[in-house]
Nanobody, 120 residues
Framework: QVQFVESGGGLVQPGGSLRLSCAASRSIFSIDRMGWYRQAPGKQRELVAAISSGGSTNYADSVKGRFTISRDNAKNTVYLQMNSLKPEDTAVYYC??????????????WGQGAQVTVSS
């Protein structure tokens, strides 16, 4: 079973940028869709970005135009470039598989996540 390790989180001021990385324990070449999720304190986990094996991307409305998801199959890594960060982006960010319908409620294996805190 593939495992994912997220990194690159930190504290950043509003308007700043961060780049998250997600390293997979095996090849992601055959994985159709990968996604970045986040969970803010007191809120449910949500899907913020997904990318298909062909490079097609989808974003939550709240991050559209600010976040960019990408994947490097040769490095077994998925990235999330986050620009123009806002305090409401504060959350723990996770990567995992993704489905075309966005449903992930039955996913029972998650990494430790990367904490992103946006504050002045």
């Amino acid at each position: 079973q593939v495992q994912f390790v997220e990194s690159g989180g930190g504290l950043v001021q509003p308007g700043g940028s961060l780049r998250l990385s997600c390293a997979a324990s095996r090849s992601i070449f055959s994985i159709d869709r990968m996604g970045w999720y986040r969970q803010a304190p007191g809120k449910q986990r949500e899907l913020v970005a997904a990318i298909s094996s062909g490079g097609s991307t989808n974003y939550a409305d709240s991050v559209k135009g600010r976040f960019t998801i990408s994947r490097d199959n040769a490095k077994n890594t998925v990235y999330l470039q986050m620009n123009s960060l806002k305090p409401e982006d504060t959350a723990v960010y996770y990567c995992n598989f993704a489905r075309a319908d966005g449903n992930f409620r039955d996913f029972d294996s998650w990494g430790q996540g990367a904490q992103v805190t946006v504050s002045s």
